[in-house]
């Protein structure tokens, strides 16, 4: 089913419904990483401002060289494009699929394009397995995967955080394989992830994976748009056949090259998501009719309960000034469902206080909020 082209992040919007400065919401709804981005970028931009007078670089070999080693495989086997959205498409457009498996609910771009592309898509409900993508899972369907497909897999999974373990990932590769089909991993939230679970050592071993990479959540320069398709180099070869020549902005090319170099910034990102995730997903627990899921990245998934909406909730808070991420338009979910971010303390508690607030009140009135 289609849902509504709706993401998180529009501060814009509702700056505007409440007659207020975007610097005034504390924006919930996108999951950016809340230390901002490294201290060098704004350096970096102001240190080249002239060379946008110049066409980017087409090449961008740095840039590779950089992502190649931060990632851990070879420049042969690495391609920047501009932003996931960018990549996927270039991926279809490779591959042709005869049918692509979505497990769902999960980044809705993916059923969009297929249905840009006219192309046959199956989503597989994750709902009736607890959300978690497993082995047994896919057992179930894989005698009815036909030559050619591609099986998608958000790892760990938006909106609900869920991680598919690298054990499980390799039976699902492995079959796949034997099916001459092709299994794209989009790993746009693994650096927030404590236990690594990348799929990216297999690049080189099997010819039927790709692996997505955004630079936009962990290092916070969604307006950059940079991200990286990683895949075996004869497939990336037809990969960069298709590519716009152009397609890495000027900036996006320079500070890509630097940011993968600053492991203070890494390992204070990591170290503090790890810790402050934790203490948000601990709180939420204790307040009246929400259940959230415990988080493996850097946001946390979550399902009122009873008569609670949050569609009631999200105009609530968002009149507080906050903004949550509703998610009534993933496909198999409904209003009882919505996604935070894990932001600096000092905000999420702001967060905690509105919702204990909002939710305690009604709570005691038994009313639909």
Request: aromatic share 10%.
């Amino acid at each position: 089913m289609q849902k509504d082209r709706i993401h998180g992040g529009n501060v814009y919007k509702a700056a505007k419904e409440l007659n207020v400065s975007p610097n005034e919401i504390l924006d919930f709804s996108a999951n950016i990483n809340p230390l901002g981005f490294p201290h060098a970028v704004e350096k970096i931009i102001l240190e080249h401002i002239k060379d946008i007078a110049y066409y980017p670089d087409t090449e961008q070999n740095e840039l590779r060289e950089a992502a190649a080693s931060y990632y851990g495989t070879k420049p042969s086997c690495i391609m920047p494009g501009n932003g996931s959205v960018e990549l996927i498409n270039i991926v279809f457009e490779a591959i042709e699929p005869k049918e692509v498996i979505i497990p769902s609910p999960t980044f809705l771009e993916y059923a969009r394009i297929c249905k840009n592309r006219r192309l046959k898509t199956r989503l597989l409900d994750l709902t009736a397995n607890n959300f978690i993508l497993d082995t047994e899972l896919f057992n179930r369907i894989k005698n009815t995967i036909s030559p050619n497909s591609l099986f998608i897999v958000c790892n760990p999974n938006n909106p609900t955080g869920i991680i598919a373990k690298k054990s499980d990932l390799t039976v699902t590769l492995e079959e796949l394989k034997t099916r001459n089909s092709y299994l794209m991993i989009d790993e746009a939230f693994m650096d927030f992830v404590e236990e690594n679970e990348s799929m990216v050592d297999f690049i080189e071993q099997y010819d039927n994976l790709i692996i997505l990479k955004s630079v936009t959540k962990f290092f916070a320069i969604p307006g950059l748009r940079l991200g990286f398709v990683l895949t075996n180099p004869e497939l990336m070869r037809t990969f960069y056949n298709l590519k716009d020549p152009w397609n890495i902005n000027t900036f996006a090319g320079f500070v890509g090259t630097e940011i993968f170099k600053d492991e203070k910034y890494i390992q204070d990102t990591r170290s503090y998501i790890s810790r402050e995730k934790k203490r948000l997903w601990k709180n939420i627990s204790k307040i009246p009719n929400l259940e959230p899921v415990f988080p493996e990245a850097n946001f946390i998934f979550a399902k009122t309960i009873g008569k609670i909406k949050v569609t009631a909730l999200a105009e609530k808070l968002k009149q507080k000034k906050i903004l949550i991420r509703s998610c009534s338009n993933y496909d198999f979910l409904n209003e009882n469902f919505f996604r935070i971010a894990v932001k600096k303390s000092e905000e999420n508690d702001i967060l905690i206080s509105a919702l204990n607030e909002i939710l305690c009140i009604n709570t005691k009135k038994e009313d639909n909020l």
